[in-house]
């Protein structure tokens, strides 16, 4: 994630790459969506999803907070982590972010306002569950984007 936020790529991947370079850099795919592997829309390293445009190339890469630790891929699709955890507070985000001199706003979230989402750099977007009441909003999932396809 600080190579990312750093150098603009993550683990040698950058939005834009072609299918071919993905399986170069980060291997086979440990799952893909519905249709064939070589077509599939989605390719999963663990918990990361890398998404493919029309073109065949990278305009998404997302992880959801699942089971295994938000920062962990397959083969060489490994995100450091960083502050990375499912118990990321927006604040100490913020921090970090402002600690690295990166570039962030807080947005509302998509379809609930109440929900926060922090983009830095204008492309990686981290964004924020509800909590109980009078709880902080805790790290649900991170993105790294171009526009949507």
């Known amino acids: 994630m600080l190579r990312l936020l750093a150098e603009g790529h993550l683990a040698g991947v950058v939005l834009g790459d072609a299918r071919a370079r993905i399986s170069e850099t980060w291997g086979e795919p440990t799952d893909w969506s519905a249709k064939a ?5 989605i390719w999963c390293y663990g918990e990361i999803e890398v998404y493919f445009d029309p073109a065949d190339t990278v305009w998404l890469i997302h992880s959801d907070r699942g089971a295994m630790s938000m920062w962990e891929g397959s083969g060489d699709a490994r995100v450091d982590p960083w502050v990375i955890a499912p118990t ?12 690295m001199g990166v570039t962030h ?8 306002p109440e929900v926060a989402r ?3 750099n204008g492309a990686l977007e981290f964004g924020f569950e509800s909590r109980p009441e009078g709880a902080e909003p805790t790290l649900a999932y991170w993105s790294w984007s171009r526009a949507e396809p």
């Open 37 to 41: 592997r070589e077509r599939a829309k």
């Open 88 to 99: 990321l507070l927006t604040r100490d985000l913020e921090r970090a972010l402002d600690a």
């Open 105 to 112: 706003e807080r947005r509302p979230g998509r379809g609930d």
């Open 118 to 120: 922090v983009v830095a």
